[in-house]
């Protein structure tokens, strides 16, 4: 990222007769600029959904600080820590916090923002022996549901643009009008799950009025198969649903689907 930072002033004088006045040192201002992060992490050995929480907790707590340390300019921190298990990517936490307020208040539980449905969702509630990577996990639902679903171990990324402009996708889970990406799969090809899907979903009575934009994208090639990855796109308003279909490939890594909600 490039910061623009102030230049030393330059004192400037103008003779006018035999009158010399000074005039005031000139300087660039600084710009401000939001620091936006993204840290993933995966269970250890033995390691329970809670200790991940926590270890995701505390890097988030030295991230911020470290960031803000860092950087003058940096007057706020976006970050988000997902957790990814056995193929499926979800939020554990994000958090918004301008300079200001984490100085006035640095405990990060202040200003966290937790996902309870994280736990299930990374397979933490299944039984000894069950295999969680091959059914698909409980989707997010709402007055606008989302749901991208392919039959690779290649790595497609969903993002939804709601009628603000605002965007969630995995680097942007969590935006102002509610819009969740709650399931990422087959995230940067660290573990392959088998049945990858992805879903972003307003809360019922949440979602704003307008116009959308659901986009699918070829993120990353998992294998050395080039040939077009086929998905199908399902778009729930108000308990109805509409199913689009479509490929993506590495001439054409991405496609664009509008509606409107109501």
């Known amino acids: 990222m490039l910061y623009l930072k102030s230049l030393p002033g330059l004192i ?5 007769g035999t009158v010399t006045v000074p005039l005031l040192a000139l300087a660039t201002p600084v710009q401000a600029a939001t620091e936006r992060l ?16 926590t270890r995701a907790e505390t890097i988030a707590q030295e991230e911020i600080q470290r ?24 939020p554990l936490l994000s958090v918004d916090v301008r300079r200001d307020r984490w100085r006035g208040n640095p405990q990060l539980s202040e ?3 937790y996902y309870s449905n994280a736990r299930q969702l990374l397979g933490f509630n299944g039984t000894p ?6 059914a698909e996990p409980v989707l997010g639902t709402g007055d606008v549901q989302v749901t991208l679903r392919w039959n690779s ?39 392959s799950f088998d049945n990858p899907v992805e879903n972003v979903f307003w809360d019922s009575g949440n979602a704003p009025e307008g116009e959308y934009v659901a986009t699918v994208s070829l993120f990353t090639r998992c294998n050395s198969d080039r040939n077009p990855i086929p998905f199908e796109l399902s778009i729930t308003l108000n308990g ?22 109501p």
Do not use: K, Y
């Open 12 to 16: 400037h004088v103008l003779l006018l």
């Open 38 to 53: 993204t840290v993933t992490l995966s269970p250890q050995r033995g390691e329970g959904f809670q200790d991940l929480l």
């Open 67 to 90: 960031t803000f340390n860092a950087d003058v300019v940096v007057s706020d921190v976006s970050l988000v820590v997902m957790g990814e298990n056995r193929g499926l990517m979800t």
């Open 111 to 113: 200003w966290a923002q």
């Open 129 to 134: 022996g069950d295999d969680s990577a091959s």
């Open 153 to 191: 171990i290649d790595d497609l990324d969903l993002a939804v643009t709601d009628p603000n402009g605002d965007t969630a996708f995995f680097a942007n889970p969590s935006i102002p009008s509610g819009g969740q990406l709650d399931v990422d799969s087959n995230a940067g090809c660290m573990s």
């Open 240 to 261: 109805d649903t509409q199913r689009q279909t479509g490929t993506v490939s590495d001439q054409s890594p991405s496609q664009s689907f509008e509606f409107v909600f």
